[in-house]
């Protein structure tokens, strides 16, 4: 049986990984480069399925629109599900997600931005483009021996600190969770704060992490603290962020993520004016790289996004069921039925 499948914010490197799986699935792909949204929902109706990013916003008028034209399924191409109203989800439609696809990939360019601030490495590149071979102003610091906390210490986070440590840092980390890593000492966030030469974050974004990073946390960093951040915007406020880069208390900010990232990140803007005031004061800051939520972008990452999605697809429309389904009770205390009987309702 075939499955009509429409994707959101489908951009040429989704499309060129979904199709190279056409001879393996029998589906049918619908691409809209546009995010889903109230005004674009109508472009679901006839599908048995619709697949979602990170900047889609699935908020219950949204759902209530799925569950009417009879989607069967949510498939997210991502792992963080913060941009679905989840609570309201349950019981109207089954959402699945891609739980890991390539954690190496998101470390790796978290230690890419690193090692390209703190070398100044953009600066010389610029620089030595107009035959300035100057090294003034280009003078950095050794990672070797320094302290990096990190925040979250799932599949990505771990593979952060397996960089780190080669590279001959100290290791704190802070998780609910922690791993079973003799090499990483896990503290309080409190002491990561105050200790921490640098700062990653690798948690997911949810209540408790809201602006977990702000104008409180930050005057307990030590100056010059280096912060980055590949999970999701909102774990830091941005205003806060800006006024402590301003004042030279943080010296230097690596971002992958931005919390207003939804109608600007995936597109290209460069003929436009940018209304984000806070954003074009962050990327005018020498000491500010942005990346525009490309940390998952590599070969292998898209190959394992599109083909968990669309075994996910092909598990629940066989099935009825899915090993990564999620819903509201899943989040709450591990309460879903799904954990026992393979559906979440």
């Given at each position: 049986?075939?499955?009509?499948?429409?994707?959101?914010?489908?951009?040429?490197?989704?499309?060129?990984?979904?199709?190279?799986?056409?001879?393996?699935?029998?589906?049918v792909?619908?691409?809209?480069?546009?995010?889903?949204?109230e005004?674009?929902?109508?472009?679901?109706?006839?599908?048995?399925?619709?697949?979602?990013?990170?900047?889609?916003?699935?908020?219950?008028?949204?759902?209530?629109?799925?569950q009417?034209?009879?989607?069967?399924?949510?498939?997210?191409r991502?792992?963080?599900?913060?941009?679905?109203?989840?609570?309201?989800?349950?019981?109207?439609?089954?959402?699945?997600?891609?739980?890991?696809?390539s954690?190496?990939?998101?470390?790796?360019?978290?230690?890419?931005?690193?090692?390209t601030?703190?070398?100044?490495i953009?600066?010389?590149?610029?620089?030595?483009?107009?035959?300035?071979?100057?090294?003034?102003?280009?003078?950095?610091?050794?990672?070797?021996?320094?302290?990096?906390?990190?925040?979250?210490?799932?599949?990505?986070?771990?593979?952060?600190?397996?960089?780190?440590?080669?590279?001959?840092?100290k290791?704190?980390?802070?998780?609910?969770?922690?791993?079973?890593?003799?090499?990483?000492?896990?503290t309080?966030?409190?002491?990561?704060?105050?200790?921490?030469?640098?700062?990653?974050?690798?948690?997911?974004?949810?209540?408790?992490?809201?602006?977990?990073?702000?104008?409180?946390?930050?005057?307990?960093?030590?100056?010059?603290?280096?912060?980055?951040?590949?999970?999701?915007?909102?774990?830091?406020?941005?205003?806060?962020?800006l006024?402590?880069?301003?004042?030279?208390?943080?010296?230097?900010?690596?971002?992958?993520?931005?919390?207003e990232?939804?109608?600007?990140?995936?597109?290209?803007?460069?003929?436009?004016?940018?209304?984000?005031?806070?954003?074009?004061?962050?990327?005018?800051?020498?000491?500010?790289?942005?990346?525009?939520?490309?940390?998952?972008?590599?070969?292998?990452?898209?190959?394992?996004?599109?083909?968990?999605?669309?075994?996910?697809?092909?598990?629940?429309?066989?099935?009825?069921?899915?090993?990564?389904?999620?819903?509201?009770?899943?989040?709450?205390?591990?309460?879903?039925?799904?954990?026992?009987?393979?559906?979440?309702?």
């Open positions: 049986m075939s499955w009509n499948i429409t994707l959101f914010d489908a951009k040429e490197y989704d499309i060129n990984s979904f199709n190279g799986f056409k001879d393996k699935y029998d589906v792909y619908k691409y809209y480069d546009t995010r889903l949204t005004d674009t929902v109508s472009l679901c109706k006839g599908s048995d399925v619709v697949c979602v990013f990170v900047n889609d916003q699935i908020t219950d008028r949204i759902i209530d629109a799925l009417e034209y009879g989607i069967k399924l949510l498939a997210l991502c792992s963080g599900y913060n941009n679905v109203d989840i609570e309201y989800a349950f019981g109207k439609l089954h959402i699945v997600r891609v739980p890991a696809y954690p190496h990939a998101v470390a790796e360019h978290a230690m890419a931005m690193l090692l601030s703190v070398r100044r953009h600066k010389a590149y610029i620089r030595t483009r107009d035959f300035n071979f100057s090294l003034n102003g280009l003078t950095g610091f050794n990672l070797y021996g320094k302290t990096v906390g990190i925040i979250g210490t799932g599949r990505i986070g771990k593979c952060f600190a397996d960089i780190c440590l080669g590279f001959g840092m290791v704190l980390a802070f998780d609910k969770t922690p791993a079973n890593n003799p090499r990483i000492t896990y309080t966030l409190n002491e990561i704060w105050k200790k921490s030469d640098i700062i990653s974050l690798h948690c997911p974004l949810n209540e408790e992490t809201l602006h977990l990073i702000n104008k409180s946390t930050l005057k307990k960093m030590k100056k010059g603290i280096v912060i980055i951040n590949t999970s999701r915007g909102a774990l830091i406020d941005s205003k806060a962020l006024n402590s880069i301003k004042t030279r208390h943080v010296g230097a900010a690596c971002l992958d993520v931005y919390e990232e939804a109608n600007l990140f995936f597109r290209d803007l460069s003929g436009h004016i940018i209304d984000d005031d806070i954003l074009a004061r962050l990327i005018s800051m020498p000491n500010v790289i942005v990346s525009s939520h490309q940390a998952f972008l590599t070969e292998e990452a898209l190959y394992n996004i599109a083909e968990t999605t669309l075994n996910n697809i092909n598990e629940f429309m066989i099935t009825g069921t899915s090993k990564n389904e999620i819903c509201y009770k899943c989040s709450q205390f591990n309460e879903c039925k799904g954990k026992s009987k393979g559906k979440c309702f």
